[in-house]
């Protein structure tokens, strides 16, 4: 069977570089990814139900503030940078994936996106998680998981140290999500629906592959969600054709 074909979300503002470590872990888990470059004015509805109708799955990397005014805020000085045309294509590519039932997996400001999407808010600031200018498979602090949660199948236990590159976190939760990791100071370190087809962690799996196996097993659970999904809904198209 052909690789499950991963959107990943690119910003020409930070560079190939950046992302390459995204598009190794797809790789590695045994997907194909595809990078999705934003739009200056975003795209409307119809444009990123298309786009998504060609992806089996979309990945939302880390990368700068998402913009407040997304989610009804003025934006603040500790909110320096931001990439309008990203936030405005992951937003409508967030949504088109839902609705479309696609499997969505968001990482540090793709958490945020996905909740601001969805209808969440966003705090602007956070003292503590920002290590920018430490190795950024730095384990910085642990996080308590939920049982049960998808991220609580991949994890060695309900307590894991991760790494934390972040300033900005989830505030409310948008509806439709739940919370399944917190840090010792109660930032939402992770978020999903309850079906499963939306993950997000605030940390940086792909930062620490083969370092840590709970991050590779969460990129290889996110690309056979993908798979199955797939699977499943060739099964059911079949069975459309054959009763018809």
Not at 9 to 29: D, H, I, N, Q, W
Not at 193 to 213: F, I, K, N, T, W
Request: negative net charge; contains cysteine; aromatic residues 4%.
């Amino acid at each position: 069977m052909p690789k499950p074909r991963i959107g990943v979300t690119c910003s020409p503002r930070r560079g190939p570089a950046y992302y390459a470590p995204y598009l190794r872990a797809v790789e590695a888990a045994g997907g194909d990814p595809v990078t999705l470059d934003p739009q200056p004015n975003g795209l409307e509805s119809a444009e990123a139900t298309a786009l998504v109708q060609g992806i089996d799955g979309l990945l939302l990397p880390g990368g700068w503030d998402v913009d407040p005014t997304a989610y009804g805020e003025a934006r603040q000085e500790e909110t320096p940078n931001v990439d309008p045309p990203l936030d405005l294509t992951e937003i409508a590519l967030v949504r088109a994936a839902v609705d479309e039932g696609v499997p969505v997996f968001g990482i540090c400001r793709g958490q945020q996106v996905i909740n601001v999407a969805l209808g969440g808010s966003l705090l602007q600031h956070i003292d503590g998680h920002d290590n920018h200018g430490h190795p950024r498979d730095l384990l910085a602090h642990s996080i308590d998981v939920v049982p049960g949660s998808e991220l609580s199948q991949v994890t060695p236990g309900d307590r894991v140290m991760v790494n934390s590159l972040h300033h900005q976190s989830v505030k409310d939760i948008a509806p439709g999500l739940h919370a399944t990791a917190h840090s010792p100071d109660g930032v939402v370190e992770g978020i999903e629906s309850s079906d499963g087809m939306v993950v997000a962690v605030q940390c940086h799996p792909e930062e620490l592959l083969g370092q840590e196996g709970w991050a590779t097993s969460l990129f290889r659970r996110f690309v056979d969600r993908v798979a199955e999904h797939n699977h499943n809904g060739a099964i059911a198209t079949d069975a459309a054709k054959e009763g018809s």
